[in-house]
């Protein structure tokens, strides 16, 4: 689901005890090759976790307003406020062991 303004990116930061972001770039091969394998740890490890990928050239001015300067960026937000920042060189274990304690405490 895409939104289309910065002010509906901030409010869905806000909707949830937890939130994900995945920021991209349509020339980014690294941001495309590691999406599908978040996307489905999503899915089947943290399922209550609402996500939404930005595409950080669309959307210059929420990146901006974020600290998002390279990508792929994760961000993860625990009620409103950042929790977890990945950027550039992570992988997948290790957005997935930042996750499981806090979602644990959460959902469990």
Request: aromatic share 12%.
């Amino acid at each position: 689901m895409a939104a289309s303004t910065p002010q509906d990116l901030f409010l869905f930061v806000r909707s949830a005890p937890v939130t994900l972001l995945y920021f991209t770039g349509p020339d980014c091969g690294v941001c495309h090759s590691l999406w599908p394998r978040i996307e489905a740890m999503l899915a089947e490890e943290f399922p209550h976790i609402p996500w939404r990928k930005v595409d950080a050239q669309e959307e210059r001015a929420f990146a901006a307003q974020s600290g998002v300067f390279a990508i792929p960026t994760v961000l993860c937000y625990f009620d409103g406020k950042e929790g977890l920042r990945l950027v550039r060189s992570f992988g997948l274990q290790q957005l997935r062991d930042a996750l499981e304690r806090p979602y644990r405490l959460l959902f469990s």
